[in-house]
């Protein structure tokens, strides 16, 4: 074993040339779901399963399409004429989601003095916040505060079980490395589903 970012697919190494590479991109979001792990509170039980079962919508179309769903934007567009575009609604809001989670970890590593639970809910805010009812922001208010402390969460991050843990820089290194790329891959869906209309009908 090794600090957690090295045990899982980073961002960074998806390849999208061409256009995001399925796959790759499924891989290094089962990453982002062990996360939560590390946040160790159950409040965030349901933004992990939410993940998952859109994480399992994409894979379930690509396993059944593979041909034509090399990338995210051609799994897209060979659901468009389909009745119910499953795959399409699951990966609107797995990316919903991936940008909840990046906003928030964005904010903790440009605040260095701010704890998990402001950079959390500075995160939700600007993201998901307006896609939830009031059911749903409830939820979310109290995982909210259910964050860890910041300095036992990094101290997660960068444990080592078979050894000495990573340095704060290695950690922070890494850590922007893997949001710089999942920042950019998101931003690019988005734009991808506005132009093409694929974010209406649901």
Known sequence: ????????????DVPTDGGVDTVAFLEASEGLV??????????????????KGNIAKVRTRYESHTAISGTLEKLVEGEKTEKKRVATEGLMWLLRGLSFTCKALENAQANKSEELAAAFTKGYEATLKKFHNFVVKGIFSVAMKACPYRKDFYSKLAADPNGEPASQETVDAKLDAWLGALSSIVAHMEAFYEQGGHNKGF
């Open 34 to 51: 062990g996360l939560f792990d590390l946040l160790g509170s159950t409040a965030f039980a349901v933004v992990q399963s939410d993940l």
């Open 1 to 12: 074993m090794a600090p957690y970012l090295e045990t899982v697919k980073s961002f960074a």
